[in-house]
């Protein structure tokens, strides 16, 4: 369904043929606080498109995103002014380079989010110090430009913008992957240490599965816009049940495996002409034809939520 503005918006898209996409479809997630949930599949799965509903940067067609009771409002709407969760949800971007402008000062980075707080500028420098400091910076970097620093540094400073105003709840969108390994080690350490430090609450995007096996207490698997499978990291990781969880685990390199890691086959469909029934059919060994005709209902099964119709006979 669609609120006034927005069916007008699909009236306009229909009428032209331009086909109607659904980034995210049917996702319905839990996450209590301080812990950390991983957004785990390939490109093109809607990860992102969903980080940034949780955040309010997206507004849903339907459905609603709470944090505390309270609904998530999107930032564009006057309501987020007066919303209790205004810098309370903060999002880190994949690439700094990008996320960050490269003429500004780390300072004048790290302070944008107290913009409108109406803070006196003693209150905003302890604040930025502050939030240096947590993510290993000195006072040194403060008038420093982006565009003078590594990408890990720069990445530090995005975390710092990100936690200066103690948010709940952090949106990290592939915080590592375009970095060196072995900064990618000491920037998802740090992340480890922030959580801990301030009771952070992490929504963490990524495909790559060693990352979100290092990070995650729990792990929603999504495909072409779907959440597949959800359950806690140790539930999922020991035990795949979805043939898509299975095949994205095992191709990923383990200590002691002989031989090289299997490859998922084949490349996601095409959000524009989905496949009709379950979307992972073209691509799945176990497809029968109910998989080619119907979306498979969810199940539980202990504790874990899964949509395939391996498992409807129990
Ligand atoms: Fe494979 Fe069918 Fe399960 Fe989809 S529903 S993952 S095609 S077995």
């Given at each position: 369904t669609y609120p006034a503005r927005r069916r007008t918006i699909a009236d306009f898209i229909l009428r032209r043929r331009v086909p109607l996409i659904y980034a995210v479809n049917g996702a319905s997630l839990k996450l209590d606080r301080g812990r950390t949930l991983v957004l785990l599949g390939?490109?093109?799965?809607g990860k992102t498109t969903l980080g940034r509903l949780i955040v309010g940067l997206e507004r849903p067609d339907s459905g609603r995103i709470l944090v505390d009771g309270e609904e998530v409002p999107y930032v564009g709407n006057k309501a987020y002014v007066n919303s209790k969760l205004r810098g309370k949800l903060q999002m880190v971007f994949q690439d700094p380079s990008s996320s960050?402008?490269?003429?500004?000062?780390v300072k004048e980075i790290v302070s944008e989010p107290l913009t409108k707080l109406h803070l006196s500028k003693n209150e905003v420098m302890k604040a930025v110090n502050e939030a240096l400091e947590l993510v290993g910076l000195d006072k040194s970097f403060l008038n420093r430009r982006s565009s003078d620093l590594s990408g890990g540094q720069r990445q530090r400073v995005a975390i710092a913008r990100a936690i200066i105003t103690r948010p709940e709840l952090v949106v990290l969108d592939e915080p590592t992957s375009a970095l060196d390994a072995s900064i990618q080690a000491q920037i998802l350490n740090l992340l480890v240490k922030l959580q801990r430090e301030l009771n952070l609450t992490y929504v963490f995007i990524t495909h790559d599965a060693r990352v979100a096996k290092f990070i995650a207490d729990y792990v929603a698997v999504m495909y072409l816009g779907k959440v597949v499978e959800y359950g806690s990291a140790d539930d999922v990781f020991n035990e795949p049940l979805h043939p898509y969880t299975q095949v994205l685990l095992s191709s990923v390199p383990t200590v002691g495996t002989r031989g090289l890691p299997k490859t998922i086959i084949g490349e996601v469909p095409s959000a524009i002409s989905p496949p009709k029934g379950c979307p992972f059919w073209p691509r799945?060994?176990?497809?029968t034809d109910a998989c080619k005709a119907v979306y498979p209902q969810r199940r539980i099964i202990e504790n874990r939520e899964v949509y395939c119709h391996i498992y409807n006979k129990g």
């Open positions: 390939e490109s093109g799965s960050i402008d490269p003429f500004m000062s799945c060994p176990y497809a």
